[in-house]
């Protein structure tokens, strides 16, 4: 950390910067901070995994990765539970196999739409180790395209 008379010395350093002067040295700080990230991802071993990798995009890209999941998520529970109505698989009929196997007596005290939409958020829930990869490889992309807009 910086002493309070190092940061001021900072503060008057910087402020006698040109815009451009300012906009270089942001930019050498950024390389030099990810390039600080990527050698904490290998001595962890994050950089390896989806999880790290997981992290890294939502540090790098914020909002717009937080957006881009999401959107992917909805998406893929608004085709579940298309698919799920269009294929007329019945929710209660699952939930009485369930009942079978558990003894709770589940299916008499839900109602059927809502043991729909339940099968549907557990289903989309299924679909996150498909969802999560497709989501790492094309948030770059995705985020990069509509933030050049």
């Known amino acids: 950390p910086l002493t309070k008379d190092e940061e001021e010395s900072e503060k008057h350093r910087v402020n006698s910067l040109s815009t451009y002067q300012r906009e270089m040295e942001l930019r050498h700080l950024d390389a030099q ?40 998520w909805i998406a893929t529970g608004a085709l579940t539970y298309v698919g799920i109505e ?11 196999k369930v009942d079978t196997f558990t003894g709770w007596g589940l299916a008499g005290k839900v109602d059927p739409t809502l043991g729909t939409i339940g099968l549907t958020l557990a289903m989309n829930e299924c679909l996150e180790p498909l969802r999560l990869p497709l989501v790492v490889m094309t948030t770059k992309p995705v985020v990069e395209a509509f933030s050049n807009r």
């Not at 990230?37 to 790098?60: C, M, P, S, V, W």
């Not at 269009?86 to 009485?96: E, N, P, R, S, T």
């Open 33 to 72: 901070i990810k390039n600080l990230q990527t050698l904490r991802g290998i001595n962890t071993g994050e950089l390896y995994t989806f999880r790290g990798r997981f992290k890294a995009l939502a540090r790098d890209y914020g909002v717009g990765f937080m957006v881009w999941y999401w959107t992917c």
């Open 86 to 96: 269009a294929g007329g698989i019945d929710a209660m009929v699952i939930l009485d």
